[in-house]
T-cell receptor, first 117, second 112 residues
Framework: GAVVSQHPSWVICKSGTSVKIECRSL??????MFWYRQFPKQSLMLMAT?????????EQGVEKDKFLINHASLTLSTLTVTSAHPEDSSFYIC?????????????FGPGTRLLVL | AQSVTQLDSQVPVFEEAPVELRCNYS??????LFWYVQYPNQGLQLLLK??????LVKGINGFEAEFNKSQTSFHLRKPSVHISDTAEYFC??????????FGTGTRLQVFP
């Protein structure tokens, strides 16, 4: 099946710094990728939809200037948490939609755990 | 509003017993349904999905789910669970878009 990777798997940073998380589709080209956020013992909340070559579409309540998304190629999307604060600590998961398959099917990455001190 | 409800936050069960994890969704003409499993500190793995056709869907690891349109449900079942099935299970719905709406998850805990 389709494989999606994320890097890094863990990151610890100081408050005020920026952190970049990468999401890659390894064996397929993904025109659309999604970024989710998951707090402990809670469900996944969609943050934004990332489309290759265009601006990301953010969900209501998500600050686009704080969570910068770049989808510069068909296999890579990046999420940058700018000026991170402790409340940004969370599990960030990306997914990719395989354009060759059904649009409803998403393949998920293993997630990136961010801890802001 | 479009929503997914997983009524059981935790389901404890003994090994080799049957289990059912419940999922209900808000009604719509067109709906696609999914069950995902999440092991600790990992991403989500697709267990099974209903897009159309037969209402009984079989997935990986011996799981199956039945789409019931009249009851707007998509309950997940397994006739005999293993210790390795201990994980968080998420029901998700897509209303004819590529966005997924997730339920709050059910923690399945299998005891020896």
């Amino acid at each position: 099946g389709a494989v999606v990777s994320q890097h890094p798997s863990w990151v610890i940073c100081k408050s005020g710094t920026s952190v970049k998380i990468e999401c890659r589709s390894l064996d397929f080209q993904a025109t659309t990728m999604f970024w989710y956020r998951q707090f402990p013992k809670q469900s996944l909340m969609l943050m934004a939809t990332s489309n290759e070559g265009s601006k990301a579409t953010y969900e209501q309540g998500v600050e686009k200037d704080k969570f910068l998304i770049n989808h510069a190629s068909l296999t890579l999307s990046t999420l940058t948490v700018t000026s991170a604060h402790p409340e940004d600590s969370s599990f960030y998961i990306c997914s990719a939609r395989d354009p060759a398959g059904r649009k409803e099917t998403q393949y998920f990455g293993p997630g990136t755990r961010l801890l802001v001190l | 509003a479009q929503s997914v409800t997983q009524l059981d936050s935790q389901v404890p069960v003994f090994e080799e017993a049957p289990v059912e994890l419940r999922c209900n969704y808000s009604s719509s003409v067109s709906v696609y349904l999914f069950w995902y499993v999440q092991y600790p500190n990992q991403g989500l793995q697709l267990l099974l999905k209903y897009l159309s056709g037969s209402t009984l869907v079989k997935g990986i690891n011996g799981f199956e789910a039945e789409f019931n349109k009249s009851q707007t449900s998509f309950h997940l079942r397994k006739p005999s669970v293993h210790i390795s099935d201990t994980a968080e299970y998420f029901c998700a719905v897509s209303y004819n878009t590529d966005k997924l709406i997730f339920g709050t998850g059910t923690r399945l805990q299998v005891f020896p």
